[in-house]
């Protein structure tokens, strides 16, 4: 079974296509202005020189900002869990890891299974982002990529009176009008997003092992500020920008393997950072009564026939995006209605993961 993972950021889109075992292809590309256009854009590179197609892709999760915009998507989760799964993927020991995206930065702390158990992060200032970065090397007229090597260079860093990108940008042109060498300005902006980032992280208590993902990681000077400042080695990688990705895929082979192992269990809905919310209806149960739909105020399901099979019970389309916002769960229809879609179905076919905690 080939399944995929597309994780549409602030600043870049990243895709992962998976087999049963392994990864067989991923992409990196600009994030568009239309998120639709750019899902399918990453899709065809991601796709390309693989002899895969559109339609033997058997299930897709979409994470990242612009994830619910994913026509082709089957479910959608947030990227907070998706780094966390991806992470736990390729280093199973971590339990600490900082994300540092293009527009915010995010302190995740995981169990031994990659299942969020704590996160906060700084989504309401673009100090210390990516795109932060990307400001300052313009007006250091510097390739992105030259300037954590360039601060790693650096033997006498400048101090910073913020992070705030705005007065940042200034202090950094102030720097350079009085002729500080451009490493020294790098390094003392590089200590300022360490300092705070490490703060962001001890709001979940640092516990080993440590990692980093998001594209900053690649910022050999800030990695090896964090390291300083974290007393721990950050696990990292091969490419620490695809996690999201590489998590959201490895949710979509987790979905499509309990609808096709047995053939019998469906599981629609999704997870992001309020919790996790989905309806598992099991087939094999299921006689396709119709009574579930009745029972259903908020008109979550359908009765469908698929591939000219018997008729069974499943979770409409249009509503599987918004499940949380329409269906209220199962515990608080017991309280409130007589006939739920758990006691009118004979087989016993529909639960529910309702879980608010995360």
């Known amino acids: 079974m080939i399944v995929a993972g597309i994780d549409i950021g602030s600043r870049a889109t990243k895709a992962v296509l998976l087999n049963k075992t392994s990864v067989i292809s991923s992409i990196i590309c600009d994030t568009g202005p239309e998120s639709v256009k750019t899902s399918e854009t990453a899709m065809r590179l991601l796709l390309k020189g693989t002899g895969v197609s559109m339609k033997e892709v058997k299930y897709t999760v979409a994470t990242g900002y612009g994830r619910v915009l994913v026509p082709f998507a089957n479910e959608n989760i947030s990227e907070i869990s998706c780094h966390a799964r991806g992470v736990n993927h390729c280093f199973p020991s971590v339990r600490t890891i900082l994300d540092m995206g293009g527009q915010d930065c995010k302190a995740i702390r995981c169990d031994e299974q990659g299942r969020v158990v704590n996160f906060i992060m700084n989504d309401k200032c673009a100090g210390g982002t990516g795109r932060f970065l990307e400001i300052i090397a313009e007006v250091l007229d510097m390739p992105l990529s030259s300037i954590g090597d360039a601060a790693l260079d650096s033997k006498n860093d400048v101090p ?178 007589k006939s739920n879609c758990h006691n009118v179905c004979q087989g016993d076919a529909i639960s529910h993961t309702w879980d608010e905690s995360q």
């Open 160 to 337: 910073f009176n913020t992070i705030c990108a705005v007065f940042a940008k200034s202090e950094a042109i102030a720097y350079l009008r009085k002729g500080v060498a451009k490493g020294d300005i790098l390094a003392g902006l590089h200590e300022a997003i360490a300092t705070r980032s490490v703060n962001l992280l001890k709001r979940v208590s640092i516990e080993k092992d440590f990692s980093i993902s998001g594209g900053i990681a690649k910022n050999k000077g800030m990695v090896q500020k964090l390291r300083e400042k974290v007393g721990l080695e950050p696990l990292l990688a091969e490419d620490p920008q695809i996690m999201g990705a590489l998590g959201a895929a490895l949710f979509a082979r987790e979905r499509g393997q309990s609808r096709n192992g047995d053939g019998l269990k469906i599981q629609y809905g999704y997870a992001d950072a309020t919790g996790n919310y989905f309806i598992t209806i099991d087939h094999s149960r299921c006689d396709g009564c119709g009574e579930c739909v009745k029972a259903c105020p908020a008109g979550v399901f359908d009765v469908a026939h698929e591939n000219g099979s018997q008729p069974k019970a499943v979770v409409r389309e249009e509503v599987r995006k918004k499940l949380s916002l329409l269906c209220p769960g199962f515990g608080a229809c017991a309280k409130s209605l």
